[in-house]
């Protein structure tokens, strides 16, 4: 039992603390950018609550749920990858980030289509123009495949030394909350964009959205 409670811990909590305190911090940090600068005055107070709301519900009752039910498939490609080097660590999270983002590419381009927009990708996009605490603001469904299993699910394949996962889930969810804002336009302008254009810029930086004629620049 005390090994299953550590397991648990290390594999399921931690990973997942991880994603909530860096989610959060950032998000508040820019809370306070959009206070200082009148923006917060200017959305009013509801559409961030109704924001950090859905956002909390989200990670509460499906990402800590998710990681749950793969923590064996989590530990597995940890333990298989525990040995790996610091460059071999940086190869395959190369790797993943590639494969994630090819994945969210396609599958955000078809929560665009009129039936999946409807019933699932409208809820996202009531934010017209973006803040950071709308950044997992989604429908259930939405929020399982693209926020979640597009990123584990490559993880779970290739594997990643257990530091290296931490510190990836602390990059990406702190990325995620800056692509909804527009204070460092230089990294995260493309999505904030997406927000505005509706049907340009689905993937994240520029690359694939170029390859595939999506990409939008002002």
């Given at each position: 039992m005390y090994m299953f409670e550590n397991s648990l811990q290390k594999y399921?909590?931690?990973?997942?603390?991880?994603?909530?305190?860096?989610?959060?911090?950032?998000?508040?940090?820019?809370?306070?950018l959009d206070k200082k600068y009148k923006i917060y005055e200017k959305n009013g107070n509801n559409l961030?609550?109704?924001?950090?709301?859905?956002?909390?519900?989200?990670?509460?009752?499906?990402?800590?749920?998710?990681?749950?039910?793969?923590?064996?498939n989590i530990e597995k490609s940890i333990i298989k990858s525990e040995q790996d080097s610091i460059y071999i660590s940086l190869i395959k999270l190369f790797i993943i980030a590639n494969i994630?983002?090819?994945?969210?590419?396609?599958?955000?381009?078809?929560?665009?289509?009129?039936?999946?927009?409807?019933?699932?990708h409208k809820i996202h996009h009531e934010y017209i123009i973006p803040i950071a605490p709308c950044a997992l603001y989604a429908h259930p469904l939405e929020h399982i495949l693209c926020n979640n299993l597009v990123y584990i699910?490559?993880?779970?394949?290739?594997?990643?030394?257990?530091?290296?996962l931490l510190i990836s889930i602390c990059l990406g969810s702190i990325n995620t909350t800056m692509?909804?804002?527009?204070?460092?336009?230089?990294?995260?302008?493309?999505?904030?964009?997406?927000?505005?254009?509706?049907?340009?810029?689905y993937g994240f930086g520029s690359t694939l959205d170029k390859l595939f004629k999506t990409y939008y620049s002002k």
């Open positions: 399921v909590y931690l990973p997942f603390i991880t994603h909530l305190i860096s989610y959060w911090v950032s998000a508040i940090f820019f809370i306070y961030y609550i109704k924001a950090i709301k859905k956002s909390v519900q989200n990670q509460f009752l499906i990402t800590l749920p998710l990681t749950y039910l793969l923590k064996s994630s983002n090819f994945i969210f590419y396609w599958l955000h381009r078809l929560l665009h289509y009129k039936i999946f927009y409807r019933y699932i699910m490559p993880f779970i394949l290739i594997g990643m030394n257990y530091k290296f692509s909804h804002t527009k204070y460092i336009e230089s990294i995260n302008i493309n999505h904030y964009l997406h927000h505005e254009k509706f049907n340009y810029n």
